[in-house]
């Protein structure tokens, strides 16, 4: 588990722009659990963070200095240059300027960016969930589930959502879940044999654990795991002991692991099917913002003792 | 771990034929791990046997006398009821007459039947292993696994096995298999990397457990496991510890179990293949054959202790 002292806030000057630059003044950051997995020297789908460098992630920005066409000042882009108030964007940043669908801007960091595509691409391609499916997603309440507990109400499927305490539950159940269990309040095995007495289709698993193990225990056959976090692993770095794992052979289980960026090409699809949702009210999100900068190490750490309800941001 | 007094002999009085039937003489009978998991009373893909009526399974045996004008006296069948010297074969017993391919009539009980099949469609359809790829195969001088080494030679791919031994593991590279690693002499986890530095794309699971993990943790971008059989787990029931399951989002993994009779429209398709590289000496088979009927228990229970070189087997 990281602590403040992993962090340093520091000053840097203000360099000139070169040719095919833009000064953006960030207006939200992002906090997401990957990041964590960035504090390790590992080789992994997004490389480590360097100690001593800045450290980077998704942010909204608006640019107010360009040399670069394509950027004028005013236009509001979403980058990877986060973790910082003011970011110089090159070529060498991921960026994009945001069109005119009249989301609010921290939308891109959630129901139209990471979190949001997340759900979509896991539930609808990863696990192939269709209309009729009993859906099991765990951290129901978090930026990840909460997505995934709406677009699986809007294609017809039934949803058991896992939440931590009896205020996270009833947003979950607000949001259209047939049924939440609360973790916290029981062993998760038996909630949810007696929320999905005939067993579970699909499990959108964010956690891990005792929770991906009671799905093993309940799949039904042909069922289909999309495994997008393990949040209780990231710090810890431990083993999982899965007693129903065996399951996987009679129910021929398929479990599949993925990240957001594996669907670039899909992404048009996603934002214009998430737009119209969010933009008709069926698709909604709660945050937790924090403010300024200062706050941004508390933010992150909160992610991991289950501070945040929705999608976790930081606004300058 | 069932022992000998799990089972009984038992004499049974020949019943009259009736329209439709023929009785079969057995020649060959087979013994399987799956049948272990049709000694517990729970649901599954096939029914459990039931305490004091003949257990059953994959034989083969000459009609000796018939009332059903498809089979005529002398034809030899493949059929599930096997456990018996003596069967009558009704309407609702699986059978097929066998198509004079030239094979020994064992071979329908292994690489051209459940094994050989098993291994087939695991690594080719489950698997979706293609030239080039690295495979891992455990329980590799075992039945299905040894036809996994020459299948995925035959098709072009780098195979590394795991065995118990010196002596198996040589057998395993006499069939083709680039490297295979003892797991009685050291560390699965070890070994394997140094056998595939670059790790693996394919794991073709008869084990579960230790080797599991190692595929977990060698497993490269895009990985799959075709997950066929745990007999480690099969008489414990106990649960299964894993270090590396977490790659399963980095690394994208995607891991599904199966059964052979997953595949039954495809088994036309297989025969074919199979039945011409079993002609030509390119898949061959080692069997373990134990003599006469009061052996069965012997060779079904000694396929939990590793005392089976490739495919075990009862001759009549």
Same mark, same amino acid.
């Not at 924090?290 to 929705?310: E, I, P, Q, R």
């Given at each position: 588990?990281?602590?403040?002292? *992993?962090?340093?806030?520091?000053? /840097?000057?203000?360099?000139? !722009?070169?040719?095919?630059? =833009?000064?953006?003044?960030?207006?939200?950051?992002?906090?997401?659990? +990957?990041?964590?997995?960035?504090?390790?020297? $590992?080789?992994?789908? $997004?490389?480590?963070?360097?100690?001593?460098?800045? %450290? @980077?992630?998704?942010? $909204?920005?608006?640019?107010?200095?360009?040399?670069?066409?394509?950027? =004028?000042?005013?236009?509001? !882009?979403?980058? #990877?240059?986060?973790?910082?108030?003011?970011?110089?964007?090159?070529?060498?940043?991921?960026?994009?300027?945001?069109? =005119?669908?009249?989301?609010?801007?921290?939308?891109?960091?959630?129901? &139209?960016?990471?979190?949001?595509?997340?759900? +979509?691409?896991?539930?609808?391609?990863?696990?192939?969930?269709?209309?009729?499916?009993?859906?099991?997603?765990?951290?129901?309440?978090?930026? $990840?589930?909460?997505?995934?507990?709406?677009?699986?109400?809007?294609?017809?499927?039934?949803?058991?959502?896992?939440?931590?305490?009896?205020?996270?539950?009833?947003?979950?159940?607000?949001?259209?879940?047939?049924?939440?269990? @609360?973790?916290?309040?029981?062993?998760?095995?038996?909630? &949810?044999?007696?929320?999905?007495?005939?067993?579970?289709?699909?499990?959108?698993? *964010?956690?891990?654990?005792?929770?991906?193990?009671?799905?093993?225990?309940?799949?039904?056959?042909?069922?289909?795991?999309?495994?997008?976090? #393990?949040?209780?692993? +990231?710090?810890?770095?431990?083993?999982?002991? &899965?007693?129903? !794992?065996?399951?996987?052979?009679?129910?021929?289980i398929r479990m599949q692991g993925f990240i957001y960026?594996?669907?670039?090409?899909?992404?048009?699809?996603?934002?214009?099917?998430?737009?119209?949702?969010?933009?008709?009210?069926?698709?909604?999100?709660?945050?937790?913002?924090?403010?300024?900068?200062?706050? %941004?190490? @508390?933010?992150?750490?909160?992610?991991?003792?289950?501070?945040?309800?929705?999608?976790? /941001?930081?606004?300058?």
């Amino acid at each position: 588990m990281p602590t403040i002292d *992993n962090f340093e806030l520091k000053a /840097l000057p203000d360099a000139p !722009l070169a040719e095919g630059q =833009a000064r953006v003044r960030n207006l939200w950051l992002s906090v997401d659990p +990957y990041m964590r997995g960035r504090m390790n020297d $590992v080789k992994s789908y $997004v490389p480590p963070f360097q100690i001593g460098a800045p %450290m @980077d992630g998704g942010a $909204v920005g608006e640019v107010i200095e360009s040399r670069n066409p394509a950027y =004028a000042v005013g236009n509001k !882009l979403l980058h #990877m240059a986060g973790w910082r108030d003011e970011a110089v964007i090159g070529a060498e940043t991921m960026a994009q300027k945001l069109p =005119a669908l009249g989301v609010p801007d921290e939308a891109w960091l959630h129901n &139209l960016g990471l979190t949001g595509g997340t759900a +979509y691409f896991g539930l609808l391609r990863v696990a192939e969930a269709k209309a009729g499916d009993v859906v099991f997603v765990s951290a129901a309440a978090g930026a $990840v589930g909460s997505a995934v507990v709406q677009i699986a109400k809007l294609k017809g499927m039934t949803v058991i959502g896992s939440a931590g305490g009896a205020a996270k539950c009833a947003w979950v159940r607000e949001l259209g879940a047939d049924a939440c269990i @609360d973790y916290k309040a029981g062993d998760v095995l038996d909630q &949810l044999t007696a929320a999905a007495p005939k067993g579970i289709d699909v499990y959108f698993d *964010n956690v891990g654990g005792e929770h991906l193990d009671a799905a093993f225990a309940l799949a039904r056959q042909n069922a289909r795991f999309a495994i997008c976090g #393990m949040i209780d692993r +990231y710090n810890d770095g431990g083993a999982l002991t &899965l007693k129903y !794992l065996i399951r996987t052979i009679p129910a021929r289980i398929r479990m599949q692991g993925f990240i957001y960026t594996d669907f670039l090409s899909e992404m048009p699809a996603f934002v214009q099917e998430m737009a119209g949702w969010v933009l008709a009210g069926k698709v909604t999100a709660r945050t937790t913002v924090h403010d300024g900068l200062d706050s %941004m190490v @508390d933010a992150f750490l909160g992610l991991f003792s289950g501070a945040n309800t929705g999608k976790m /941001l930081v606004k300058l």
